[in-house]
């Protein structure tokens, strides 16, 4: 196109050859040449990346470089979905619930518990004074706060162990014969919601539940009898030697295990207010067995 042209204009003609980044000092040479061939006056040259900065780029873009979706966060295996990230778990728009009344000391209450289809509780609602009071708005933003952790997937069962025996007023006597006593109220609700929701067997595991308040098909467990085989003894074995050994009795085995019994340590005890040491509880009060103080019990 440049040659075409030269021969009608005295001048030089200013355009520039654009020339890949690998051009070699034999093709720039092997342009001049021709060009010289063709008749031109002058000829530009800009191979790439001869600049610093340069308004045009010939980089080739990586294909092999796709852009992650919108959803790059799900990955799916064999079918099976592994989500990087918390997904909360809506309940149903029509959802079965439970409501227990409640009394600790003075203070009466409500609270309603909503379940997912399968019977876990997914929402918390706590009712305790009038409404617009300071105490009701803490009460309300802290059941909110616990009903996104549980359709968020936080387990009740970690909630439970870190809520209750907390101790604060008003605490004291209930009105609910399997919690007798409560330090507050939100010791209350969540080891009423220990009993209500987690197994026999968390529940021994966060001190809700002991030994006797075992189900009956797992109690007749510990009670079946031991079958005991005898071998009959060889006819030169003289009788004395056939003779069995008497069986101790266990009294002391009974008493020292009911000596560690009285002695374990309740994890909700608080602390002596005079030594220091844990307290035991007895009845609805606790007493130090270092220095025999109570706490306001006689």
């Known amino acids: 196109m440049m040659s075409a042209v030269q021969p009608f204009i005295s001048g030089a003609i200013s355009k520039t050859v654009n020339m ?22 002058a000829v530009a040259i800009y191979r790439d990346n001869c600049k610093v900065a340069q308004p045009l780029s010939m980089a080739k ?11 790059s966060s799900v990955e799916s295996i064999n079918d099976k979905f592994i989500v ?52 009701r708005g ?22 439970i162990r870190n809520f209750s025996h907390m101790s604060f007023a008003p605490s004291g006597i209930t009105d609910d014969p399997d919690i007798r006593t409560a330090s507050s109220m939100v010791d209350y609700i969540f080891r009423k919601l ?6 026999f067997d968390d529940q021994l595991e966060l001190g809700l539940a002991s030994i006797d308040d075992m189900p009956d ?14 071998i009959a003894p060889e006819a030169n074995v003289s009788a004395n030697e056939a003779q ?6 266990p009294v002391a085995a009974t008493s020292q295990s009911n000596d560690r019994s009285a002695q374990k340590n309740d994890d909700a005890a608080p602390m002596c207010f005079n030594c220091g040491n844990q307290t035991q509880k007895a009845g609805s009060c606790y007493v130090c067995t270092s220095c025999g103080s109570t706490t306001g019990c006689s």
């Open 217 to 230: 098909q797992q109690t007749s467990l510990l009670d079946e009898p031991v079958r005991e085989e005898t």
């Open 194 to 199: 220990g009993k209500t929701y987690l197994s």
């Open 61 to 71: 873009k990586d294909d092999d470089k796709k852009e992650e979706p919108a959803g």
């Open 244 to 249: 069995p050994a008497p069986k101790p009795e």
């Open 84 to 135: 990087k990230g918390a997904v909360r778990r809506q309940l149903p728009k029509v959802r079965s619930s439970k409501t227990f009344s409640f009394r600790v000391a003075d203070s009466k209450g409500f609270f309603t518990v909503g379940e997912f289809e399968d019977g876990t509780p997914g929402e918390l609602f706590i009712s305790t004074s009038k409404h617009g009071s300071t105490l």
């Open 20 to 41: 890949p980044e690998e051009a070699t000092v034999e093709e720039i040479e092997q342009l001049h040449m021709e060009s010289w061939k063709l008749g031109l006056k």
């Open 138 to 159: 803490l009460i309300d933003a802290f059941a909110i706060s616990i009903s996104y952790g549980l359709q968020y997937g936080v387990p009740l069962k970690a909630y």
